[in-house]
């Protein structure tokens, strides 16, 4: 695990849950089949991929995420079946295989070193 918590984004706050200055962050990526992705500054992003056309591998550089961060993926498949591997910024997470014409999310928790993946789920 990380070392001490980050608390930077707390300007002089007294309750810990005062989380003002980030907030939440959606957007849309392009499908690649290596995708470089770059964390934005947000205490919690959604990260929508295009619809997945092919195999798929996400590297991710993650310097403008403090400690308990999360990020959300949301994947879509065309008419095929579709893996998503999680390379670099991610702990060893394996894939996620996305059913064909159904959708899939990840969620992840930044522990101030990698993305920690702690939920996968696949939907209709």
Same mark, same amino acid.
């Given at each position: 695990?990380?070392?001490?918590?980050?608390? +930077?984004?707390?300007?002089?706050?007294?309750?810990?849950?005062?989380?003002?200055?980030?907030?939440?962050?959606?957007?849309?990526?392009?499908?690649?089949?290596? +995708?470089?992705?770059?964390?934005?500054?947000?205490?919690?992003?959604?990260?929508?991929?295009?619809? %997945?056309?092919?195999?798929?591998?996400?590297?991710?550089?993650?310097?403008?995420?403090?400690?308990?961060?999360?990020?959300?993926?949301?994947?879509?498949?065309?008419?095929?079946?579709?893996?998503?591997?999680?390379?670099?910024?991610? %702990?060893?997470?394996?894939?996620?295989?996305?059913?064909?014409?159904?959708?899939?999310?990840?969620?992840?928790?930044?522990?101030?070193?990698?993305?920690?993946?702690?939920?996968?789920?696949?939907?209709?």
């Amino acid at each position: 695990m990380a070392t001490a918590i980050t608390t +930077s984004r707390f300007s002089d706050a007294k309750d810990v849950n005062a989380f003002e200055s980030k907030g939440l962050k959606a957007y849309d990526q392009v499908y690649a089949s290596t +995708s470089a992705w770059v964390a934005k500054s947000a205490l919690v992003q959604i990260v929508s991929y295009a619809q %997945l056309t092919g195999a798929m591998t996400i590297n991710a550089t993650l310097t403008n995420l403090l400690q308990w961060d999360e990020v959300i993926f949301i994947f879509e498949a065309d008419s095929s079946q579709r893996i998503v591997t999680f390379g670099t910024g991610f %702990l060893s997470s394996g894939t996620v295989t996305v059913t064909a014409a159904k959708g899939a999310t990840v969620r992840a928790i930044y522990d101030g070193t990698a993305l920690r993946v702690y939920a996968r789920e696949i939907y209709a």
